[in-house]
């Protein structure tokens, strides 16, 4: 994954000047789940993550320490919360707002094309 740096190598944290970022743009077919930290304060993180096909590994689930509100832009993905029988569908547009430690994993995502997410991590 790749955390606050951007494709041109800059720090996107430093203040040094950088390009535009786009949302959309997908450069690569990763073999993973691929992270860009977008802003990171002491506070709040905002990172785009882009999945093609990925789920959480069979029995993992996210308890974070922090809320997290998520948001498709492109694709669909199913996230599965625990207890819940059905997984809530996404597609884009749509959003979620997760709670700290409300348990939850990836259930599904769509394999023929990336999904793009956008995800506010907050206290």
């Not at 997290?68 to 059905?86: H, I, P, S, T």
Request: hydrophobic letters at 35%.
């Amino acid at each position: 994954m790749c955390h606050g740096v951007l494709r041109n190598g800059r720090d996107r944290h430093s203040g040094n000047q950088r390009a535009m970022d786009n949302l959309y743009s997908v450069l690569a077919w990763f073999d993973d789940e691929h992270a860009d930290v977008l802003v990171k304060t002491d506070s709040v993180r905002i990172e785009r993550i882009v999945s093609h096909g990925h789920a959480s590994p069979q029995g993992f689930w996210y308890d974070q320490h922090q809320h997290e509100w998520v948001a498709v832009l492109q694709g669909k993905a199913r996230l599965q919360f625990e207890g819940d029988e059905e997984p809530v569908e996404m597609q884009a547009g749509d959003s979620i707002n997760i709670p700290a430690r409300k348990r939850h994993r990836v259930a599904w995502t769509t394999p023929d094309e990336p999904t793009i997410w956008l995800a506010v991590f907050y206290p």
